[in-house]
Nanobody
């Protein structure tokens, strides 16, 4: 069982930066693929980024093409059981509720159905 709790609710101006954090409970954090999804008002939840970890290759990251790649950076601190999403050059269309999620199966990392545990979500509003 993993419990996730996003922090970083905020209002930021377009062009600015913001960082979301998601500490996780549990002893096997290293084993989980960690992902960030977002849901804008009136839209379906969509994949933003994911990160897995292995002792041989370290962290491997994955990003949604075009929408966030190059502006968002996902990272994890296994000692703190925490995953982060650093968001730069924010745009009004980045306004959404952001969710962190955890999965043991790495093969469906861009699908929300591929994740086993979810946080409650954190609202990020980008003003233009």
């Amino acid at each position: 069982q993993v419990q996730l709790a996003e922090s970083g609710v905020g209002l930021v101006q377009a062009g600015g930066s913001w960082r979301l954090s998601c500490p996780a409970s549990g002893r096997t954090f290293n084993s989980y693929l960690m992902g960030w999804f977002r849901r804008a008002s009136g839209k379906e939840r969509e994949f933003a980024a994911a990160i897995r970890w292995s002792r041989w290759s370290g962290g491997s990251t994955y990003y949604a093409d075009s929408s966030v790649k190059g502006r968002f950076t996902i990272s994890r601190d296994n000692a703190k059981n925490t995953v982060y999403l650093q968001m730069n050059s924010l745009k009004a269309e980045d306004t959404a509720v952001y969710y962190c999620a955890a999965a043991l199966d790495f093969t469906r990392l861009t699908f929300d159905g591929g994740y086993d545990y979810w946080g409650q979500g954190a609202q990020v509003t980008v003003s233009s």
